[in-house]
């Protein structure tokens, strides 16, 4: 039998509207060229997603064109597909510590934030 040994434990989080515990990990974003642009987001950990996806408006609330970014198509196992546009971005967790991750934007509106196995690999 195969163990592994994780670094970070983290509880689950409480989320009041489904009445359920859920793999929430709050961030601290920020736009590595506009240091003072930050946010702290709630993004679900989701090792089925190959690369994080952010609502757009993320983006633009840290000062980037969410457009300008390359374009790429994420899909779900349940057939739903969006386009995001990639973007450098700065994450910062007490426990983490800081790092930069290329992510997406979603040129729609998303129910959750996505922080997948982009990120799970550099933490």
Known sequence: ??????????????VGEYD??????TLRMTNPRQPEQSLDID?????????SLFDGWIAATLG????????VTHGSSTGFHTTGHLHQVR??????????????????????N???RDFFNLV
């Open 1 to 14: 039998m195969v163990t592994v040994q994780y670094q970070h434990e983290f509880p689950y989080t409480y």
């Open 20 to 25: 359920d515990y859920f793999p929430i990990l």
């Open 43 to 51: 993004g679900y950990l989701d090792s089925g997603a190959k690369r």
């Open 64 to 71: 980037f064109d969410l457009f300008s970014g390359p374009q």
């Open 91 to 112: 994450f910062f967790h007490l426990a983490l510590g800081s790092f930069d991750l290329e992510v997406s934007f979603s040129t729609v509106e998303i129910s959750r």
């Open 114 to 116: 996505l922080v997948g």
